[in-house]
C-alpha cells in the first residue's frame, strides 16, 4: 500500500481553513479601515455589500488562477505576484460593480469612457 503522506489526507481541510482565513482577512481589513473613518460598517449596507462583493470576487479569482491548490509548486516570489494579480484582479472587479450600478460618486465615468 503506497502511502501518499499524512497530511494529504486533510487537504480539502486545509484548503477550506485557508480560504477562511482570507475571506477574514479582507472582511475584518475593510471592518478595521472604516473603523479608523469613525463609520459603523455594521449600520452602512452599503459597506457590507461591497465586503461581501470583494470576498466573493477574491475567491472567484483564487479558484482561477490556482491560488489553492494543492502545496507549494510555485516559488515564494511566484506566489506573491499571483496573489498580487488577484488583489488587482478583485480591486477592478469592484470598481466595474460600482460603476455598472452607478454609485461610484468619487470617481468620474469619463474616466472609463
Not at 12 to 24: M, N, Y
Not at 39 to 53: E, Q, R
Request: glycine share 8%.
Amino acid at each position: 500500500m503506497a502511502s501518499s503522506g499524512y497530511l494529504s489526507r486533510y487537504n480539502p481541510i486545509i484548503r477550506l481553513a485557508q480560504k477562511c482565513v482570507d475571506i477574514s482577512l479582507i472582511f475584518g481589513s475593510l471592518v478595521g479601515v472604516s473603523a479608523l473613518n469613525a463609520s459603523d460598517p455594521a449600520s452602512d449596507p452599503k459597506l457590507m455589500a461591497a465586503g461581501i462583493f470583494a470576498c466573493l470576487i477574491f475567491l472567484f479569482f483564487a479558484k482561477v488562477h490556482g491560488l489553492y491548490r494543492s502545496w507549494r509548486t510555485l516559488s515564494l516570489l511566484s506566489e506573491c505576484y499571483l496573489l498580487c494579480y488577484i488583489q488587482l484582479g478583485v480591486m477592478l472587479g469592484l470598481l466595474l460593480i460600482g460603476y455598472l450600478t452607478k454609485t461610484t460618486t468619487d470617481i468620474s465615468r469619463e474616466i472609463f469612457i
